[in-house]
């Protein structure tokens, strides 16, 4: 294995629920290069979202190590936390998670202020992730004026405007018709391709298809962790092609 992204040892989570306890995590070894891109699977309630929020620096394992690109963060501190997760993690969630009164390009421009941009250079950088992602002529659209498959792309340009060298997505085409998932994932796969280290939780195996490799949770655990063989591998690009297009590009009314 090359670089190490993730690194995680003998992570446990526990929540606690008034006088219970209850162990979400018991026990997670993994090991993720720089560059790999991860399909995370499990059914409901097997600590997906739990391990999600430790990798992202969201949170922090009960007991267990978690290195970040080498930097250890289970004892750092919220405030090491944010600055952490600020500079390096970039997070796509199932529900898009956007700002309902700020347009598009306000919503990717947010997070740039947290690393201290101007507002020239963040206006410019949110600028540049919309239009990478098809959304140059969307910039002052409110979320509710976009399509689903348009708000995840917001929110995917959000993520990556600040450049991560980790991308977390939790169910990020959960909410999605096939055709703007399969886009979703043809950016994923692009950022893939440019090094950038993807991991991405779903219940559904034709997305978790599009990665390297799949591991599995039951119960808090790692059950399974393999390659997807070439044979099962799909490129969102050649799947779109057999998708019937949308009338002028989908966009909502
Ligand atoms: N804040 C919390 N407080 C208490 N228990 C929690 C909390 N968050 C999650 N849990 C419990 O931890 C376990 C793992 O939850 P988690 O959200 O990680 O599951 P998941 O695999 O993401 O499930 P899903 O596929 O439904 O999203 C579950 O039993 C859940 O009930
Ligand atoms: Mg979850």
Known sequence: MGVVMVDVNAVTKDYRMGKIMVPALRGINLTIASGEMVAIMGP?????????????CLDRPTAGTYKLHKEEVSE?????????????VGFIFQSFNLLEQLTALENVELPLIYRGLGAGS??????????????????????????????QRVAIA?????????????????????????????????????????????????????????????????????????????????????LPALPEGGVKA
Not at 44 to 56: A, E, F, P, V
Not at 122 to 135: E, F, Q, W
Not at 183 to 200: D, N, P, S
């Open 44 to 56: 409901s309630g097997s600590g997906k979202s739990t391990l999600m929020n430790i990798l992202g």
């Open 76 to 88: 750092k501190s919220d405030s090491q936390l944010a600055e952490i997760r600020n500079r390096k």
């Open 122 to 151: 963040r206006r410019d950088r949110a600028k540049s992730a919309l239009v990478r992602l098809g959304l140059e002529d969307r910039l002052h659209h409110r979320p509710q004026e976009l399509s689903g498959g348009q708000q």
């Open 158 to 242: 959000r993520a990556v405007a600040a450049q991560p060298e980790l991308v977390l997505a939790d169910e990020p085409t959960g909410a999605l018709d096939s055709r703007s998932g399969e886009e979703i994932l043809a950016v994923f796969q692009e950022l893939h391709a440019q090094g950038i280290t993807v991991i991405v939780v779903t219940h559904d195996p034709n997305v978790a298809r599009h990665c390297q490799r799949i591991v599995r949770l039951a119960d808090g655990v790692v059950i399974a962790d393999d390659l997807v063989r070439p044979e099962d591998y799909l490129v969102a690009q050649e799947v779109l092609t057999t």
